[in-house]
Every structure is written in structure tokens, then in C-alpha cells.
């Protein structure tokens, strides 16, 4: 890589990620290598503030993996490929959960029977009838199977 003149390039892992400690004019601060790839080798005519990734993998910086983006498509990109869904806590892992994935399973295997049963176990483990229909329906608590 062949930095912009006046760039001291220094690369320091962290978190998996590299980035640069660089020393611009005698200040000194700290780029992602994949910024610090885009302002060199990436035309930036709109000025786009971000760098996206297009595969999703941070740890892919090649220049034909980057492009420069807004705020709204690097974020609307990231729902797209589902990235950091994994992260999120689901079902009764997530600290404001009221149902438990017993409950919602018990409530789907009853509920070609009886679904008013089904839904009064939701009701009755403390969530409003709407909650209970969105569990019952799959819209919510999608990590567990709709028809157990």
C-alpha cells in the first residue's frame, strides 16, 4: 500500500480488526485499515461518509469489497444481510421477556385444537392479547419452530 504523502502508517490489531495509527501533520489519530484503504485507493466523488462492506465481512478488506456509502444504505445494507442478528438475545434470553420458549411452544401445539386456549396462556403469562397472537402466528419468537 502506498499511503498519501505525509501519512505514517503504524497497523495494530484489535478486536480481530486492524487499523492505523496515523500521524497527519504532527496529530496523531486512528483509521480502520479499511477507511484507510477507501481514502486511498477509492474514489469519493459525492463525498460519501462511510465505508461499507459488501460482502458483510469487516475482516475482508479487499478494495473490490469496499465502497463509500451513507449512514442510511451502510445500515439499510446491514439488515439486508442480517448482520449482528446473531448477537441479539432471543426469546427468554432477552432480559424484558414475559413468555418462556415453553409457554410459546405449548401455546403452538395447542392451538390447532384450541386457540383461544393457546392465546389465554399467553394472556395468562402477562402479555396483551396482540403479544400473544405475534407469538402464536410466528411473527414473533422466530427461533423457535411454528408447528412443534
Same mark, same amino acid.
Request: glycine share 6%; proline share 8%.
Given at each position: ?11 495494530s490489531?484489535? /478486536?480481530?480488526?486492524?487499523? !492505523? ?10 483509521? !480502520?485499515?479499511?477507511? *484507510? @484503504? /477507501?481514502?486511498?485507493?477509492?474514489? $469519493?466523488?459525492?463525498? @460519501? ?7 458483510g465481512?469487516p ?5 473490490d $469489497?469496499?465502497?463509500w456509502?451513507?449512514r442510511?444504505? $451502510?445500515? /439499510? &445494507? ?12 432471543r426469546?427468554?434470553? &432477552? &432480559?424484558?421477556?414475559? @413468555? ?5 411452544? /405449548?401455546?403452538?401445539?395447542? *392451538? ?16 396483551? !392479547?396482540? %403479544?400473544?397472537? %405475534? *407469538? ?10 411454528? &408447528?412443534?
Amino acid at each position: 500500500m502506498v499511503p498519501r504523502p505525509g501519512w505514517d502508517l503504524t497497523p495494530s490489531p484489535t /478486536a480481530g480488526r486492524w487499523f !492505523y495509527g496515523l500521524c497527519v501533520d504532527r496529530k496523531r489519530t486512528k483509521m !480502520y485499515r479499511y477507511r *484507510a @484503504l /477507501a481514502l486511498a485507493f477509492l474514489p $469519493n466523488p459525492e463525498g @460519501l461518509p462511510e465505508v461499507n462492506h459488501i460482502d458483510g465481512n469487516p475482516a475482508n478488506d479487499d478494495i473490490d $469489497n469496499l465502497e463509500w456509502s451513507t449512514r442510511k444504505d $451502510n445500515q /439499510a &445494507h446491514k439488515t439486508r444481510l442480517r448482520l449482528g442478528v446473531e448477537n441479539l438475545p432471543r426469546g427468554e434470553a &432477552h &432480559h424484558r421477556s414475559k @413468555l418462556t420458549d415453553a409457554t410459546v411452544l /405449548a401455546m403452538r401445539r395447542l *392451538a390447532p385444537t384450541d386457540r383461544k386456549a393457546a392465546l389465554r396462556l399467553g394472556i395468562d403469562a402477562g402479555v396483551t !392479547y396482540s %403479544a400473544a397472537t %405475534a *407469538a402464536l402466528s410466528g411473527r414473533t419468537w422466530t427461533h423457535l419452530p411454528l &408447528h412443534p
